[in-house]
């Protein structure tokens, strides 16, 4: 169902709906956003990624990680970074610029991870290898992960600037918003 959005607000308040929706469904378009990164060999480093948590208030991202991803290295040295999400129900591609903060320990990260230890998604935090590593065999058996230590970190991405791109056969639009400011640009 395609919905037709006129005003600068509507857009951005269904923006906001989206994300927040694609965090709790897992079957949403928008739950799995390509995310980039600069790498410190200043290339761009893209990849999958799961959004766990939208905070529409604090304009806010939350993802899982291994604490020694690439990505975590990355956004230390660089935390400038993009997600890039593509609806093919709405003809929107929305490109979100973002300043990343990495959490490695603290009470959100106790809070969160007392939440996921007994579940089957903890073993993504408790490999002894790290992300990357050349492995001998692809299915790692249970040796493969302590069982009391976790790499489990928090990846907290504020939003920036959003790009909104709406394809359609009455016309592109596209604008970009930078704190709350909206402006019109050629598609």
Request: aromatic letters at 8%.
């Amino acid at each position: 169902m395609k919905i037709e959005l006129e005003t600068s607000q509507e857009i951005l308040d269904q923006i906001w709906r989206e994300l927040s929706r694609a965090s709790k469904d897992r079957h949403h378009e928008w739950r799995t956003p390509v995310f980039a990164t600069i790498t410190n060999e200043d290339q761009v480093n893209a990849r999958t990624v799961v959004l766990r948590a939208v905070d529409i208030k604090a304009h806010e991202f939350t993802l899982f990680t291994d604490a020694r991803s690439s990505k975590v290295l990355e956004c230390e040295r660089h935390p400038d970074a993009m997600f890039v999400f593509w609806s093919k129900k709405l003809n929107w591609q929305i490109r979100i610029r973002v300043q990343v903060n990495i959490l490695t320990q603290g009470e959100q990260v106790e809070s969160l991870w007392n939440q996921l230890k007994s579940s089957r998604a903890a073993q993504d935090y408790t490999s002894l290898h790290s992300p990357g590593t050349l492995i001998l065999q692809p299915n790692s058996s249970d040796s493969d992960h302590a069982s009391n230590l976790s790499y489990f970190a928090i990846l907290k991405a504020k939003v920036v600037e959003i790009d909104w791109l709406e394809l359609s056969s009455k016309g592109h639009r596209r604008a970009i918003i930078k704190n709350n400011n909206w402006a019109w640009i050629q598609p």
